[in-house]
């Protein structure tokens, strides 16, 4: 069983800077692809991020430039490095272990999310 746990998140002005972990119990070796999505209030669940695992990223447009996605496989944790965020950047933030193939990204483990604000 694969648990991942977020940490991270927060108030933070407009224009500011969040660094988003999760830590994963489980592996996260080079066969997983790892993703992060975010839920704003009454809006769905979007996928914002991923990277595969060979290290290839990929982002939603919405955040192309102002964040990205690493991995540390050695330490089973990954990253969400957000910089410039806006208001409308708020949401739950939730950490995911999947699988991408030629269709896309699909998630088998999620975390329990991390709130994200950002508020002057």
């Known amino acids: 069983q694969v648990q991942l746990v977020e940490s991270g998140g927060g108030l933070v002005q407009p224009g500011g800077s969040l660094r988003l972990s999760c830590a994963a119990s489980?592996?996260?070796?080079?066969?997983?692809?790892m993703g992060w999505y975010r839920q704003a209030p009454g809006k769905q669940r979007e996928l914002i991020a991923t990277?595969?695992?060979?290290?290839?990223?990929h982002y939603a447009d919405s955040v192309k430039g102002r964040l990205t996605i690493s991995r540390d496989n050695a330490k089973n944790t990954v990253f969400l490095q957000m910089n410039s965020l806006k208001p409308e950047d708020t949401a739950v933030y939730y950490c995911?272990?999947?699988?991408?193939?030629?269709?896309?990204?699909?998630?088998?483990?999620w975390g329990q999310g991390t709130q994200v604000t950002v508020s002057s």
């Open positions: 995911t272990r999947g699988r991408t193939f030629n269709t896309g990204y699909y998630p088998e483990y």
């Open positions: 489980g592996s996260i070796s080079r066969i997983y692809a």
């Open positions: 990277i595969s695992s060979g290290g290839s990223t």
